[in-house]
């Protein structure tokens, strides 16, 4: 019965973060690319801190959980952080088939859903990326940590993913 009532939470949550069709000290970290990102650390300690950019500014979504943070390059690409309170209950790998049911279940086709295994920071867990047909990409990083899921994502136009994922790449759930 644990095993229903949290997916049926992290289905929940995951609907409500899914809208699309905390400062601490600057730094500079590197991303895999091997750039550098400057900015402000930026997050929560429930969700997760990355590195926001000095030209990005916070964004709400008011369908969202209330543990989300998020920042925008310009209120069209976004950056999002969440958590899903798992208790070691359920994975990463639960989460991702959930969220890839719930878009197959609104009509986006199979072939423009993805699940892979993602590592960021050391920390590990599944990416899902899907694809819309109005050419936008939403691409979640579920990450397992201290039992619980780290919703960490990004979403907007094509032209702007590399940027979004040298922020997402900044993810460190203590720091």
């Excluded at 895999?32 to 500014?57: A, C, D």
């Excluded at 993602?118 to 990409?137: A, C, E, M, W």
Aim: hydrophobic fraction near 35%; charged fraction near 20%; glycine fraction near 8%.
């Amino acid at each position: 019965m644990k095993k229903i009532s949290v997916f049926i939470l992290m289905l929940t949550i995951l609907t409500n973060i899914t809208s699309f069709g905390g400062t601490t000290n600057k730094t500079n970290n590197k991303v895999s690319s091997q750039k550098q990102i400057s900015g402000t650390r930026y997050g929560s300690k429930n969700v997760g801190y990355v590195t926001k950019p000095s030209n990005w500014f916070n964004f709400f979504d008011p369908d969202s959980s209330p543990n989300t943070v998020q920042i925008t390059r310009d209120g069209v690409n976004i950056v999002t952080l969440d958590v899903i309170i798992a208790n070691g209950e359920a994975t990463s790998n639960e989460a991702a088939l959930v969220i890839q049911e719930k878009y197959l279940n609104s009509g986006i086709k199979k072939e423009n859903i993805t699940i892979k295994d993602t590592n960021i920071n050391g920390y590990k867990g599944k990416k899902v990326r899907i694809s819309f047909p109005d050419g936008t990409l939403f691409i979640v990083n579920f990450i397992d940590y201290n039992g619980n899921i780290y919703f960490v994502s990004q979403e907007g136009l094509p032209e702007y993913q590399n940027e979004l994922s040298e922020v997402i790449n900044t993810w460190n759930p203590v720091k």
